[in-house]
């Protein structure tokens, strides 16, 4: 309890407070006036010597009747805070009544941390524990198969194969596997989990893996109690934190610890600056000898031997080597190229002796620096030059490896997933490559990749054959580079070079029994090589290449989209991802550009096909890779959270050319105002009013970093800078399409109204009876979608119903009137509605939603939806026949009322179609 004494219009007024929870998310408490009279007590929440947020005792009754008052905190606010003291003053007060410091995150009851602290143990234990299971289960119709499964110090190790497009789930992750062609593609993946595995194809189930439930293991216990015994030592202060106070904030990294959490790398790895920066072109390559295998395969061959005489100067010996081939246009083709190119070297065996004979007969005939190239490998102009450069500059270089569309850990751009190529992509995506600064475009590797291997000459006289042992070929290459690299040698692969490489034309149906063999024997050899690649895969030190080149790439297919987007999921998210999906059924790719994780910086994804390529890159240097995707579509999705959205939306409108596009969405109204749900600093829906009070308003929002403007009016007009260069402004409801035009009047013209495509929608809900009326909620709820309004609702007294929660709600509003499910698949909506008896929705958001996926969704199980009559919930609800609205500012007693009340009429609510 807090007291204050103080003077109102000279009267001695004596007001006591009681604060009644301070969380991330709201402060409340209570006030008492002592003596004086009734008026309103208004109260100011200040830090860092500014005020806030305002809010009001509601008629702080006098003889000692209490008056409520609550600040409602959204993340801005508390992240605005951060770790300083704030404090609570009457307004026109200096003196604050109250200091306080917000916790590091939600605060828990005790039996919750009780709870939280025996799971962590389990999951702890389930951390250290290492077992191994045989499945050998098929998928589908014999298409591939899970072998094996092994929980490792918890990570689940899933091997197997398959030949179709397949997704692999634990409790936790996904992974999604790319179509292999007629080959079966092995795997080996690591997923967080360890109980259950379902695989997916096409969308359908395919196969359910139950694990066995984990048995006992002393060497697992005694991990675990040590790593216990460790917390007080390391995270003494977080300890207490959590025990005494309840912080989950102050848990987290203890959390970490014990489950061996790492941080989060869905942004991707981090580019090497100055990719685009000037260099040097390169010095011409003394004399080098390109050795040519050739085995049949004759279409191959006739490109090769075209690009190798176009593009190579004649200083270059080939030596070519015929392994016997039994097609017969292969000998002419080599004596004509022999014929035109003076100097060539043609070799021909008796006898098929294999890849590995070959290349040793022709590297027994080399003098200088060699190149080794496969027959469909297909060399671009000024390729030489750039593939001997790092030999010649270093004299520790064995072996330079380039980038192509099927070459291991040098494919690009996903790493180890091959793409065929179609016409004049190589010669774009080499284009690419020959402006990137080779410093920045080069990194060491395990191996080098044989398919076109300069292999240095010093290197050579220490190791001068492949060994024999490897049989026809494949391996032969990573064994001469560890060899080599035994000795002191150092191996680089290249991105300011591309080469085209069909993969395979010369081994044909015996590709598979090779590359297993030649896996075996190289394991045995180098047990660490293995883990070796998977660090650099890791890493992917290549990654900026590697993205610039599927970039460039990307730009002969189709215009790229380009979205901007956010990472807090939701509607918006959900919208983005079926977009995703859309471009890459239609045959593209997608570009999205998110905040990145530290300042200056922009997180990119490159989808396609094959997989995601992942990167960190610098803001300044955006340019440079959306200069190389060519022809693009600007998408303005969402970038609320972003450190600097409109550095990040204008640095990316930057790089349009004459020929790009731009649209823009309001999946919110972020570009309206920082409060992105339009809800001022009291809590409450705007409805976006005149510019003064807007700036004021503005002025208090805790959520406005200070890197941004500091009026509304210089938000808006850089944001309105943005949308008056887009053709179309997309929004989803009649209400946010009112809202913009108020906004932005002179760009009313260009606001289209479309409604989302709904690709599922739950069947319709048949509810048992139950004793007692079930209100259903769906989604995330936090406080700007109605927490406290569902808080409130089963608090008030007299309501008797149940309310079920299928998704989740924030703690801070926790109450024990509301039951909370957990996360939930779409498919599962009308299951657990039938499943906890709902026999009603309430859309409880006290924001004016633009879409809301949630109320649609109700509205297609038939069953009686009620939401307040504002924002597009509302929009939806009026053509419903099973819609129901509901008064902005009802009391919670009243609100149940109106949901116990039976519904105008008892007729059943047909389904509606609400696609698109």
Not at 268 to 285: S, T
Not at 479 to 497: F, N, P, Q, S, T
Not at 699 to 725: F, K, N, V, Y
Not at 748 to 766: C, D, T
């Amino acid at each position: 309890m807090i007291s204050l004494r103080w003077r109102v219009g000279g009267t001695a007024d004596q007001i006591d407070f009681a604060i009644e929870a301070v969380t991330v998310k709201r402060i409340a408490g209570r006030a008492w006036r002592m003596a004086g009279g009734g008026e309103p007590l208004d109260l100011e929440l200040v830090s860092g010597g500014r005020v806030l947020m305002t809010a009001t005792a509601d008629r702080p009754a006098p003889s000692g009747l209490s008056g409520a008052f609550e600040f409602r905190l959204d993340g801005g606010t508390a992240a605005a805070i951060g770790h300083r003291a704030v404090h609570l003053r009457v307004a026109g007060e200096k003196r604050p009544f109250a200091k306080l410091h917000l916790p590091g995150g939600k605060t828990v009851r005790a039996g919750r941390r009780v709870t939280l602290v025996s799971r962590t143990i389990r999951a702890a234990y389930l951390c250290r524990l290492r077992t191994e299971f045989t499945v050998n289960r098929p998928l589908g119709g014999g298409e591939g198969l899970i072998e094996t499964v092994a929980l490792r110090d918890g990570v689940l190790h899933v091997r197997g194969r398959s030949r179709v497009p397949v997704t692999i789930r634990s409790e936790t992750a996904r992974v999604d596997l790319a179509k292999s062609g007629t080959e079966d593609q092995a795997f080996d993946l690591r997923l967080t989990g360890h109980r259950l595995l379902w695989v997916e194809g096409a969308g359908l189930p395919l196969l359910t893996v139950r694990l066995p439930p984990p048995r006992f293991s002393p060497l697992a216990t005694v991990r675990t109690v040590v790593d216990f015994c460790r917390v007080p030592f390391l995270f003494g202060g977080n300890l207490a934190g959590f025990l005494f106070r309840g912080d989950t904030k102050a848990g987290d990294p203890i959390e970490a610890f014990l489950l061996r959490l790492r941080p989060a790398s869905e942004a991707g790895p981090e580019v090497v600056p100055g990719l685009f920066a000037a260099a040097e072109p390169p010095r011409p390559a003394p004399p080098a000898d390109i050795v040519l295998p050739v085995f049949n395969a004759a279409d191959d061959l006739r490109v090769c031997l075209e690009r190798l005489a176009r593009n190579t100067p004649p200083e270059h010996r080939v030596i070519a080597i015929d392994d016997a081939s039994t097609d017969p246009s292969i000998a002419p083709m080599l004596d004509a190229f022999a014929r035109a190119r003076p100097g060539t070297l043609l070799l021909r065996n008796a006898e098929n002796g294999g890849f590995i004979a070959s290349v040793n007969r022709g590297l027994a005939e080399s003098r200088g620096h060699v190149v080794l190239l496969n027959s469909d490998a297909f060399v671009p102009p000024g390729w030489i030059d750039r593939l001997m450069r790092p030999i010649l500059d270093d004299a520790l270089i064995a072996s330079v490896t380039p980038m192509s569309n099927e070459a291991e850990i040098a494919t690009a751009p996903v790493i180890c997933r091959h793409e065929p190529l179609a016409e004049g992509q190589a010669e774009a995506m080499d284009a690419i490559a020959q402006r990137l600064n080779p410093a920045a475009a080069r990194a060491e590797s395990p191996t080098g990749v044989g398919f076109c291997m300069a292999m240095s000459r010093r290197w050579l006289d220490e190791v001068p054959r492949f060994d024999t042992a490897f049989g026809r070929g494949y391996g032969e290459e990573v064994d001469w580079c560890r060899r080599v690299g035994e000795r002191g040698a150092r191996h680089l692969l290249i991105g300011d070079l591309f080469v085209e490489h069909r993969g395979g034309g010369s081994f044909g149906p015996e590709k598979a029994v090779r590359i297993a063999a030649a896996s075996r024997l190289i394991n045995d050899r180098y047990p660490a090589y293995d883990a070796s690649v998977a660090d650099f895969i890791r890493k992917d030190p290549l990654i900026g290449p590697r993205l610039a080149l599927g970039l460039a790439r990307a730009g002969t297919e189709a215009p790229l989209p380009v979205y901007l987007g956010h990472r807090l999921g939701g509607g918006g998210e959900h919208w983005l991802q079926d977009r995703i999906a859309r471009d890459l059924d239609e045959g593209g790719s997608a570009l999205v550009l998110r905040d990145g994780p530290e300042p200056e910086t922009v997180a990119v994804e490159l989808y396609r096909a094959a997989g995601q390529t992942r990167a960190v890159l610098p803001l300044a240097e955006l340019g440079g890779y959306l200069g190389a995707a060519g022809r693009k579509t600007l998408v303005y999705s969402c970038l609320v959270g972003a450190r600097a959205p409109l550095d990040l939306a204008e640095a990316a409108a930057i790089s349009l050319g004459a020929e790009d596009r731009f649209r823009m969405v309001f999946h919110d109204y972020f570009p309206l105002c920082p409060s992105r749900n339009l809800l001022g600093h009291d809590g409450r829906f705007c409805d976006l009013p005149g510019a003064d009070r807007c700036q004021a308003c503005y002025d208090r929002l805790a959520a406005i970093d200070e890197t941004w403007p500091a009026r509304i009016s210089d938000w808006r007009g850089r944001w309105h800078a943005l949308a008056a260069r887009a053709e179309t402004i997309e929004v989803f409801s009649p209400s946010s399409r009112t809202l913009v035009a108020r906004a932005w009047p002179d760009l009313a013209p260009r606001l289209a109204l479309r409604s989302h495509p709904l690709a599922f929608l739950p069947r319709p809900v048949q509810p048992a009876p139950r004793a007692r009326p079930v209100l259903g909620v769906l989604g995330s709820i936090g406080f700007e979608k109605g927490a406290a309004v569902l808080r409130d609702l089963a608090a008030a007294p007299g309501v008797r119903m149940d309310i079920v929660v299928i998704g989740k709600l924030d703690e801070a509003y926790a109450h024990r009137g509301i039951r909370v499910i957990g996360r939930y698949r779409r498919e599962e909506i009308s299951d657990l509605a039938e499943a906890y008896g709902v026999g009603r929705w309430l859309i409880p958001s006290v924001c004016p939603e633009t879409f809301s996926y949630a109320t649609h969704e109700c509205l297609a199980t038939g069953l009686p939806v009620f939401a307040f009559d504002f924002g597009g919930q509302a929009d939806a609800l009026r053509g419903a026949p099973n819609g129901h609205l509901l008064p902005r500012d009802i009391a919670p007693t009243e609100l149940a009322a109106r949901l116990l009340a039976p519904p105008p009429s008892d007729r059943p609510a047909e389904r509606k179609e609400l696609t698109a």
